[in-house]
């Protein structure tokens, strides 16, 4: 793929060092641009200074939301070096959302290559404090000035960057999460496993009524029988119960995340017993009731590790390991963003270095 790169004459102020970041606030100089025009593929790839986009009103991301995104960071190793923690995850992950979206497919290593570029571009945008990372956010949408309900046959392919810190405010310490039995998110056939923003934007309401009950956010149940569990608003779920690591299985309704490959993978190297499988709210509470419920946490790219110290079911409030991190959360942080920031030996290859 060639990429053009044109340079801003007129580069942003770099946040102070130490400014607290938040998350995805912060966009950066650059950005990446590529258009799809159907029967010409993916055409004119160029990194471009930061800027608004022009679409007319009638572009069908806006009313029927063909859109696709992903999501990873690049972080500034204790070494020096920039590292990008399993990009062609990623790569795959945003072609099973085209597929299922009629998205035309991008290929993997395009994908990669164009993330490398920007990066390198906005190298100095790296934050350097503990825990911060250039967040990258790929996306497509379907540009094609039309109201009918039908694929488009035009896309814009683009990258975006935003120096961040903690997702949640809290940092480490850990979240209380409230179990949703009302609405739900997905369900099996439809579109839970891509990551497209349908799924966040049915998210919010169920959101918006957990924060104003003082909870992180939402764990979503199964859309059939409102029992198993499936995942948080933005990380997958693990419980740590009578000493087994247990995660729901990826049944199409939730999202594979790459964290949550990573930790199964981290756990069962530490000889840790992992069941990807069903987990109904009774389970948990059953266990919770009978001292078993160890430790829960979520994973994502940004959450990290995010420990739960506090599960709400209806009028029911379940802690857990009493509202402290617990040892395999604590740890499996440390292995992984050791591994991320390169403190750690990197013995599952994961890393790419720029
Ligand atoms: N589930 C949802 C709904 C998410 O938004 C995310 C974040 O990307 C995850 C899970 C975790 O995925 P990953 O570890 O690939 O970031
Ligand atoms: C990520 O972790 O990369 C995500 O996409 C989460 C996002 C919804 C904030």
Request: charged residues 20%; hydrophobic residues 40%; glycine residues 10%.
């Amino acid at each position: 793929m060639n990429i053009s790169i044109t340079k801003t004459t007129n580069p942003m102020q770099k946040p102070a060092p130490d400014a607290p970041l938040g998350f995805g606030k912060i966009p950066t100089d650059h950005m990446f641009i590529m258009n799809y025009t159907e029967g010409k593929g993916w055409h004119d790839a160029r990194i471009i200074p930061y800027q608004n986009i022009s679409l007319a009103p009638s572009a069908m991301v806006f009313h029927y939301g063909q859109e696709m995104f992903e999501g990873l960071k690049a972080y500034k190793g204790v070494d020096g070096k920039t590292r990008l923690f399993r990009p062609e995850m990623n790569a795959k992950r945003a072609n099973a959302s085209n597929e299922r979206l009629c998205i035309p497919n991008l290929p993997e290593e395009d994908f990669v290559e164009a993330v490398k570029a920007l990066v390198k571009v906005d190298e100095d945008w790296i934050p350097t404090t503990e825990g911060a990372s250039l967040y990258i956010r790929p996306f497509i949408i379907a540009t094609d000035e039309f109201l009918g309900v039908a694929p488009s046959k035009t896309y814009l392919f683009i990258i975006i960057l935003s120096p961040s810190g903690a997702y949640y405010a809290s940092g480490l310490a850990p979240v209380g999460i409230w179990i949703e039995d009302d609405y739900v998110r997905a369900v099996k056939g439809g579109i839970g496993y891509a990551k497209t923003g349908g799924n966040y934007a049915a998210s919010l309401a169920a959101q918006v009524k957990a924060h104003d009950d003082g909870y992180s956010q939402v764990l979503w149940l199964d859309g059939v029988e409102r029992k198993y569990i499936e995942e948080v608003g933005a990380m997958n779920i693990f419980f740590k119960i009578d000493g087994k690591i247990i995660t729901p299985m990826l049944n199409g309704s939730i999202l594979p995340g790459i964290t949550r490959n990573s930790v199964i993978n981290v756990c069962k190297s530490w000889g840790y017993e992992v069941e990807e499988r069903k987990i109904s709210v009774d389970e948990l509470i059953d266990a919770q009731k009978s001292g078993k419920l160890e430790e829960c946490f979520g994973t994502g790219t940004a959450a990290v590790i995010s420990p739960v110290g506090k599960l709400r079911f209806k009028d029911d409030v379940m802690t857990i390991n009493n509202n402290e991190i617990g040892p395999v959360s604590q740890k499996l942080y440390d292995t992984i963003t050791g591994i991320q920031w390169g403190k750690c030996e990197d013995t599952f290859g994961w890393t790419v270095t720029l």
